[in-house]
Each structure stands twice: as structure tokens, then as C-alpha cells.
């Protein structure tokens, strides 16, 4: 089976969600012996159809157009079993560099109209290859893809394969998430064998796949923190990550969220413990945390007899929470106080420690 995979992502060196995704289902593919070659299109020509129809009359099945979409991508895709179009999501459909060559498979059709089931449609000039669709998103919600997969459904019909879906992708990489990104890892391998064997991908793994990361409020809060320490900071979100920044919380809400992307299960297997959090000042709020042998739960107000409180200048917790200012010295400067089971206290870096 020979296989042409598309990436049109923009990014490169390591930063690509769609790439990431791709490159673990062609993985899968390969190791079920498919002839796989993957094309980066920012690394290509593809001028913009200009609707000159030169390929309907003057040179049928031939573009204008003296660019890598003619002499290469458009002669490997029509030899290919399986495209594969991978695509970040813009504007909740495909980018513009995989629209571009999606609109220059146009010599792939016949001019004239043919009219089935009551819609009116070209004729093929050569039958293209079955297609699988891979996109990725920053939001939560599988739904965001509603609108790219009416258009592929549209188009493509019965030659679309598999749609492959990850909303919360760039959440997905982040400090915390690494049992679920190798649940994903492994469903992309196996969905890509299964295309090889049997040209489909069960529900199960589609699910895998695309499974929700946490709730959508912890998903909101910790997103929000980010940007709102970019702006602060005057970073991208690239030198974000360099610097090791870490997103500041603005509230008790989007504390409690980085505390949930920030925990250490292994760190506190044997660890059962309840800390209360007394914060005053301008954003003064009272929430709880309860560690239970490797779990995390949190929960706002106070807690029944908690095994430590801390009580803070809210300002002052976030300073020492995002590396700032030295949790040892602000205690021995009487910033915060803390009351209760100190060995808790100086375990906090351990609990907390993904950054």
C-alpha cells in the first residue's frame, strides 16, 4: 500500500501538534508495512489556483502552474491508496496551505456535469486516492471540528476513511498530562495499523484519540493564567517555555487548576494530608487541597480539620509558586505563616514540582 501524508503545519522543530499526531499514525502504518512518504508543504511551492479552467481545456489534467504541486505532489498523490491531510485548525476548518493544494487537485476532475441523487457534481478524470483526516485544536470541546468535518463529508463522501481528532492539543504536551498523551500515542499507532489492514479505524480508538483533557473550567483557568503571564512577561508562548516560565494564577480558581497541572502523583503515593489556604489582600479567598495517596482533590472554602494551614498575602503565595521568591526566606521574613504539619510544608516541591 503506498501512503502520501501531508502535514501543512506551519511549525517546525519539534512544535507542531499536527506533525506530533501525524508522525505516531504513520509510525503505526509503517510497522504494518505500508509504503508511507510524508510531505511537509511549508517546505514546498504550491501556488493558489487562479480558476483559469487551462487544466479542463487547453492541457486537460495538466495545471499551469510550474511549481512542486505539478511536477511532484499531484503525480504522488494520484499514485498513492491512502492521502493522509493533516491540518491544524484555523478558523475552525483546514489552513490555508492545505487548502491551496486541496484546490489544486482541481485536474483531477472533468469539466462537465453529471447529476446524482439530485446534486449536480464533475466527473472524475482519475480516481483519487481514499482520504484520512487529521486535525488539532486549542479548544476543549471535540465540537470545535463540527464545521471541518461537514466540508470533508461533503467532498470527499464514502472515500473519507477516518477522521482523527485532538482538541486541547497544546494542553495535551504540557507537565501533567503524560498518562493520557501515551494513551494517545499508543491508540495512533494502532489506528494506523488498522488503516493498513482494513482501510478503517474502530470508534474506540477515535475516542482515544480525541478524549477530553480534565474539565473544561480547569482547561479555562489554566489557559487564561498563561496568556495573561505572556502579556505580563511581553513573551511568546516559544520563549515562554525557554525562559521555564510558569502561568500565575490571578485567583483562588486558576491557583487551584495550576495546582492540578503542577501535581506529582508518584511524589505523593503515600502521602494522605489535607492543606487549607487562607489568602488575603486583594484577591482573599479561603480553598482547600486534599492529597490522597497519589490523587489530588481541591475544593474552595475552608476544610474540616485540616492537617496544615497556610495563610498568606494571595501576592505572596504566587510570587513563591511561579519561582520568584524563595518559599524559605518569605517564611523566615514572617511574609506567610503556616500552621500545622510542617514536613507537609517542606514537601510542597515535591508534590507541586512539574513546572
Known amino acids: ?96 496551505a492545505m487548502k491551496a493544494f486541496v484546490e489544486r487537485t482541481l485536474p483531477v476532475l472533468e469539466p462537465f456535469f453529471e447529476v446524482r441523487d439530485g446534486r449536480t457534481q464533475h466527473p472524475l478524470r482519475h480516481l483519487p486516492p481514499k482520504a484520512v483526516w487529521i486535525s488539532v485544536a486549542g479548544f476543549p470541546e471535540m465540537s470545535v471540528f463540527d464545521q471541518l468535518s461537514a466540508y470533508l463529508h461533503f467532498v470527499f463522501g464514502d472515500r473519507l476513511l477516518a477522521e482523527l481528532y485532538r482538541p486541547a492539543a497544546e494542553s495535551l504536551m504540557q507537565p501533567g498530562c503524560e498518562q493520557i498523551r501515551q494513551q494517545v500515542t499508543a491508540a495512533l499507532h494502532a489506528a494506523g495499523g ?16 480525541g478524549r477530553p483533557l480534565g474539565t473544561t473550567d480547569d482547561f479555562a483557568n489554566v489557559g487564561n493564567a498563561f496568556w495573561k503571564t505572556c502579556i505580563r512577561e511581553g513573551v511568546s508562548p516559544k520563549s515562554f517555555g525557554r525562559k521555564g516560565l510558569v502561568p500565575r494564577p490571578d485567583n483562588a480558581a486558576s491557583f487551584l487548576s495550576l495546582l492540578k497541572m503542577g501535581f506529582n502523583p508518584e511524589a505523593a503515593r503515600d502521602t494522605r494530608a489535607i492543606v487549607q489556604f487562607d489568602f488575603s489582600g486583594d484577591n482573599a479567598a479561603q480553598c482547600h487541597i486534599v492529597i490522597d495517596r497519589g490523587r489530588l482533590d481541591t475544593a474552595a472554602g475552608p476544610a474540616d480539620r485540616p492537617d496544615l494551614t497556610v495563610a498568606s498575602p494571595f501576592e505572596v503565595w504566587m510570587d513563591i509558586m511561579t519561582g520568584k521568591a524563595d518559599g524559605q526566606q518569605m517564611f523566615m521574613e514572617q511574609r506567610y505563616t503556616a500552621d500545622g504539619d510542617f514536613n507537609l510544608l517542606m514537601k510542597f516541591r515535591e508534590f507541586f514540582g512539574r513546572r
Not at 194 to 209: G, H, N, S
Open 194 to 209: 488498522q488503516l493498513v489492514a482494513q482501510q478503517r479505524i474502530d470508534t474506540k480508538l477515535l475516542d482515544e484519540i
Open 1 to 96: 500500500m503506498k501512503i502520501i501524508a501531508l502535514n501543512s503545519s506551519p511549525r517546525g522543530g519539534g512544535e507542531s501538534k499536527t506533525a506530533w499526531m501525524l508522525n505516531h499514525l504513520v509510525e503505526g502504518m509503517r510497522q504494518a508495512g505500508a509504503d508511507v512518504e510524508t510531505v511537509h508543504l511549508r517546505e514546498k511551492t504550491i501556488n493558489f489556483c487562479v480558476g483559469c479552467f487551462t487544466c479542463w481545456t487547453q492541457t486537460p489534467g495538466q495545471c499551469l502552474h510550474k511549481d512542486d504541486m505539478t511536477r511532484e505532489l499531484f503525480p504522488k498523490w494520484l499514485a498513492a491508496d491512502i492521502a493522509v491531510y493533516a491540518t491544524p485548525l484555523y478558523h475552525y476548518t483546514m489552513n490555508a
